[in-house]
Each structure stands twice: as structure tokens, then as C-alpha cells.
């Protein structure tokens, strides 16, 4: 597949990048675009965070609630093609999206606002929810866009999915705790390329993507502050 064929291409061609870090801004900010959209056949992307060489958004086809894709800007085909700072930016955008995930599923998957006492107590939090990062490098393993990109899945309790994120239908509220359970079993073990997966409807990727993004702007705000006061000291 050449970058011109490339879906992951398109989504970063569409989505512009920021502005790289400088000594005053030491740390990408990350814009409130939604949505950005695609033509066919591409879909819409769910962007969660731009950088100047990477881009994190919604899989469309999510493993479960909140799975998100981290890839380099530019088409690089597996891991070893990535450049040194490409890699340095992956290693940068594992740790901030670590932390907001990890954050976003010990707090059960719920928004939490700015300026609220609860946001406060959140980002007192170092981010222990579950979750797993799984990049699959080359054909063999299961890649099938020929792209690198790194998945990002929350891991939420076996017993339950998250009320507030269980699929809309006439079925989903009447779902019993052991129906979830199975589901839950069912999608924790779905991985490298096998098993069902269901595609994003636009409600879910609304309310997932504000949630992380929420989380991921409070993780670079902390940032930003360490940054001054270590800036400050120098």
C-alpha cells in the first residue's frame, strides 16, 4: 500500500499539525477538533490528540470502550521505520496516553469537567486502570494497514461494562450482569487480528471522545505546569 492509498494518510493530510514544541512551549497542545471529515471511503476520524509527527484517534472498529490508534504522522510501515524522533514521540505519547486512559477507567469511564472538585481528584490520580498496548509489525503479525500504529485498550471489569457505555438498543438496558460479563470475557480476549469486532457508532465515539479528551488535555496541563517550574529553576 503506497501513502497516496494509505487511510492513516488521509486522516493525517486532513488534520493539521501543530505548531512543534518551542523552549516557551515546550509541550504540543492538543486542539478540540471533534471530527475531521474524510471522503469516501475513508471514515470520519475521532482525533484525541495531534502532534506535530503523530496523531492518536478512535479505531473505528474499537477492541472495547476507548480503543484508540497512536501512529506517525508521515507512512512509515513498521517500528524499525519510525526515526529517532518519531520514536522519541511515540515513547512522549505512550506515557501521556497511558496515564489519561489509565485515569479514565479507575474513574469508571465517566467525563470529568474542568474546575470541578472531581477533575481536582482525578488529577491527583497516577492513572491505575487497565489497559494494554499492542502494536502488530508486519503481515505475520497480524498487521493488515501497512502503517505502523500502536492500539491503546482500556480493560474494564470482567463483571460489568460501564453503565453509561453500554450500547444504545431495546436490548442494552436489560442486559443481566453475566450477559455483560460473557461480552466483556468475549472483547478482553478478541486480539492480533482475531475475533469479532463491531464498528464505532457516532454516539459512543462522541461520549468516548470527549471523556479522553478531557483526560489527555488535564495530563499535558500538568505537563505544562512541571515544564514552567523546571524552566523557572534553570
Known sequence: MEAEDCPFCAIAAASPAPPRPTTSSPLPSNPPNKSVPMAPPVSPAHIILTHPLLLVFLDLQPLTHGHVLLCPRAHRGQVGDLSPEEAEAVGWAVRVLGKAIGRWVS??????????????EADGNSGSGSWNLVV?????????????????????????????????????????????????????????????????????????GDALRTEVDAVLREDRERAKITMGKL
Request: proline letters at 13%; charged letters at 25%; aromatic letters at 6%.
Open 107 to 120: 474513574g469508571g469511564g465517566r467525563p470529568v469537567l474542568p474546575g470541578t472538585q472531581e477533575r481536582r
Open 136 to 208: 502488530n509489525n508486519g503481515p505475520l503479525a497480524a498487521q493488515t494497514i501497512p502503517h505502523v500504529h500502536f492500539h491503546f485498550i482500556p480493560r474494564w471489569p470482567l463483571d460489568s461494562t460501564p453503565p453509561h457505555l453500554l450500547p444504545a438498543g431495546p436490548n442494552a438496558a436489560s442486559q443481566t450482569p453475566s450477559e455483560r460479563e460473557a461480552e466483556s470475557r468475549r472483547k478482553t480476549w478478541i486480539m492480533f487480528g482475531r475475533g469479532q469486532r463491531g464498528d464505532l457508532d457516532d454516539e459512543e465515539a462522541a461520549f468516548v
